[in-house]
């Protein structure tokens, strides 16, 4: 059968569809996506602007119906951190809902974090034993580790690269001493949790997901997207205290003439740098494996566990 997820991120909205069957792995058939920049969009009192609503609406109303033209059977859609935290979530679920008929499903923090593990364990399989996951969202920083399909521990911190930006480093480019203020902020987050990870031992292999983390294995010389999802990417710690020395002097247009720097994400680089050392020190990780699943192959999987033979 055909899947579609509409997922709702904090930088952008994107639709992908798979062929999927009970026991298979999704197959990507069709991917839409738009920088509706939701975290950009949130007003002083936290709450999610009426421009970006409307915006988003639109953009809802465009992926279903490309999902039908598409042949999808079953539309999943969800939304993460800024809609889940912001004062008016609740009115803007309502409005998309009402004027597109799709219901977006707000994950807790903690499901982030399963599902995203999820996709983690079936990409690399049971061979890679105890497996510790660090995942770099928009608005939050996802943690987990675990032996079987659920994690023995699945975190969630207000630590995303769009949002540490946003409140914490205002400056362009911020001073010296704002970044050692960051940064301390970020590793006495990290460092409150923490325990929950390392109470498991040490881990058979870490793994980072997401954009933010496949940025910074771009720029330490990681394979570029183009060749393809089952090239193995790395990146080690000393990668990343390398790319905070490079990057934090420069502007965010400076930062976005780097090879492999996006002009969308050029802006929060610095920012995910900071919380990637910081998540790596902490759990004690040297270098870590980039999987290309993360959050929406975990949300497909997970209904694809639901589907008897026949459905697919």
Not at 48 to 73: H, K, M
Not at 81 to 99: H, I, K, Q, T, Y
Not at 189 to 197: A, F, L, M, T
Not at 287 to 303: K, S, Y
């Amino acid at each position: 059968m055909r899947l579609g997820v509409i997922d709702v991120g904090s930088n952008t909205v994107h639709l992908l569809v798979v062929d999927a069957h009970y026991g298979g792995h999704p197959l990507p058939a069709f991917s839409h996506k738009s920088e509706l920049r939701l975290s950009e969009n949130i007003e002083p009192d936290g709450s999610i602007s009426a421009g970006f609503t409307a915006r988003l609406v639109a953009f809802i109303r465009e992926c279903e119906q490309i999902a039908t033209d598409q042949g999808v059977a079953d539309l999943m859609a969800f939304a993460t951190s800024a809609v889940r935290e912001a004062p008016n979530g609740d009115d803007v679920l309502d409005r998309v809902c009402r004027e597109t008929g799709v219901q977006l499903d707000v994950l807790a923090g903690e499901d982030e974090a399963r599902m995203t593990y999820l996709a983690v364990r079936r990409w690399f399989g049971w061979s890679s034993g105890r497996v510790n996951v660090i995942d770099i969202g928009g608005g939050s920083l996802e943690l987990a580790t675990g032996l079987d399909e659920e994690p023995d521990t699945a975190l969630s911190l207000p630590l995303g690269a769009g949002r540490v930006t946003r409140e914490l480093l205002q400056g362009n480019p911020p001073t010296p001493a704002q970044i050692d203020e960051v940064r301390s902020q970020i590793r006495a987050e990290i460092g409150s949790v923490v325990r929950h990870v390392l109470r498991f031992g040490p881990p058979n292999r870490v793994v980072g997901t997401s954009k933010t983390v496949r940025s910074l294995a771009r720029l330490a010389g990681a394979a570029p997207s183009a060749d393809g999802i089952y090239v193995p990417r790395k990146l080690t710690r000393k990668d990343v205290r390398a790319i905070l020395r490079k990057v934090a002097p420069l502007t965010a247009s400076e930062r976005a003439r780097i090879p492999g720097v996006s002009i969308t994400r050029a802006h929060q680089l610095l920012a995910g740098a900071l919380v990637l050392e910081a998540a790596m020190d902490l759990t004690r990780a040297d270098h870590l494996d980039v999987c290309p699943w993360a959050l929406r192959e975990g949300i497909i999987l997970r209904r694809l566990d639901h589907l008897d033979d026949g459905d697919g």
